[in-house]
């Protein structure tokens, strides 16, 4: 009897040995199957080739994973003749706790920009949660706070001098879901850029502070989630903003409007940035330059402020056209050339190219009006 379970024994481990023995040859046939990673470097430096050096795009690579991929929509978007990319750079995914930076990604996306050819202008915002009290949104910021604030932008400025020299401050603060979900405050908004501009001029004398960026919308006075942007942009003025700034930026979203719609204090339109200007003229502050950081049309299929996809290329293309043509513009960046994964919303109908990299018919036109075809 015992020698019969002792046979057995010795076969389970003969058994066990031979699996054991084809499980490392298997694996290691797999590391030599295996494809070798990706090996991504910056390049050489490109130019990119336009007759519109003032077109941009939005991209999103701040939350883009795979290297290759960030410089594959660099390529792509010099490859269609824009210059100018506006990136987000969340304070948050920066400084992990007070002085604790970690830049790695945010270089990454700036160094394969501008081996591209392409000019940098950095969104920046998102409040970290060691600066904002519990509960609170992203989007929080106590004026007890701006000094934090104003000490990212400095080491923003400082850490990227001579890459990025124009930084937005904040995004859209005239509606409360980008202003902590509070009242909106033109003043408040007038003192975080006053805790920044100082600062970052003396870390870059050469940068540029960008301020607005505000949600074109016809909210009526007193409303509670959001306020006009021509009243809220007039009460900047008022607060005091034309000294700790030097370029207005401008959302300019067409809707069902074609580019050429007149503009109306009662419509929603791209040329409602004629109207913005209006009032940094009637405070003298004609000298400064506009940026569109934002902007263009949608062509998703049932979405309400939507037009066809023909008529998103007209547009698009006459819009760049009118910013190249106007004096006072010195960008056009419209919203957004790729995101790195589908929203499944009327979002995806913005884009120029899709996740996946399949340009769109608006990229091809768009291209060819940058070569002059």
């Not at 410089?71 to 992990?96: L, S």
């Not at 009327?346 to 120029?352: A, G, S, W």
Request: glycine letters at 6%; charged letters at 25%; a negative charge.
């Amino acid at each position: 009897m015992l020698s019969i379970i002792f046979s057995r024994y010795v076969k389970i481990l003969k058994w066990v040995a031979r699996a054991v023995i084809l499980f490392g040859f298997g694996y290691v046939v797999w590391q030599f199957a295996a494809p070798p990673p990706i090996l991504v470097t910056l390049g050489a430096p490109q130019t990119v080739q336009t007759l519109h050096p003032k077109m941009g795009v939005h991209t999103r690579m701040t939350d883009e994973v795979e290297t290759w991929k960030i410089k594959k929509n660099y390529e792509m978007v010099r490859e269609m003749g824009a210059t100018y990319v506006v990136e987000f750079f969340p304070w948050a995914y920066i400084e992990n706790a007070k002085g604790e930076f970690d830049w790695q990604h945010a270089d990454e996306m700036v160094d394969y920009a501008r081996t591209q050819g392409l000019t940098m202008m950095a969104r920046l915002g998102f409040v970290p949660p060691w600066a904002r009290p519990e509960n609170t949104s992203v989007t929080y910021l106590d004026e007890n706070a701006y000094q934090d604030f104003g000490d990212f932008v400095a080491a923003f400025a400082e850490h990227f001098r001579g890459r990025v020299n124009y930084l937005i401050i904040w995004n859209e603060p005239n509606v409360n879901f980008e202003w902590g979900q509070r009242p909106v405050d033109p003043a408040a908004y007038t003192a975080l850029l006053k805790a920044v501009y100082g600062r970052a001029h003396e870390k870059n004398p050469d940068v540029k502070i960008l301020a607005g960026a505000l949600a074109p919308n016809l909210a009526p006075p007193g409303a509670t989630d959001a306020m006009n942007d021509l009243e809220y942009l007039d009460k900047m003025y008022q607060a005091g903003a034309q000294n700790y700034f030097d370029i207005l930026s401008v959302h300019a979203y067409g809707w069902k409007s074609p580019e050429d719609e007149t503009p109306s204090p009662d419509r929603v339109n791209f040329r409602r940035t004629e109207l913005l200007r209006d009032i940094m003229l009637k405070y003298g502050d004609d000298a400064k330059s506009v940026m569109l950081t934002e902007g263009g049309w949608n062509d998703h299929p049932r979405w309400t402020k939507a037009v066809t996809p023909a008529e998103r290329i007209q547009n698009t293309i006459a819009a760049y056209d009118w910013c190249e043509k106007t004096e006072w513009i010195a960008a056009c960046a419209l919203w957004v050339f790729r995101t790195p994964a589908p929203t499944y919303t009327f979002n995806d109908y913005f884009t120029f190219v899709t996740p996946d990299f399949d340009a769109k018919p608006i990229y091809y036109e768009v291209r060819k009006y940058a070569r002059g075809e």
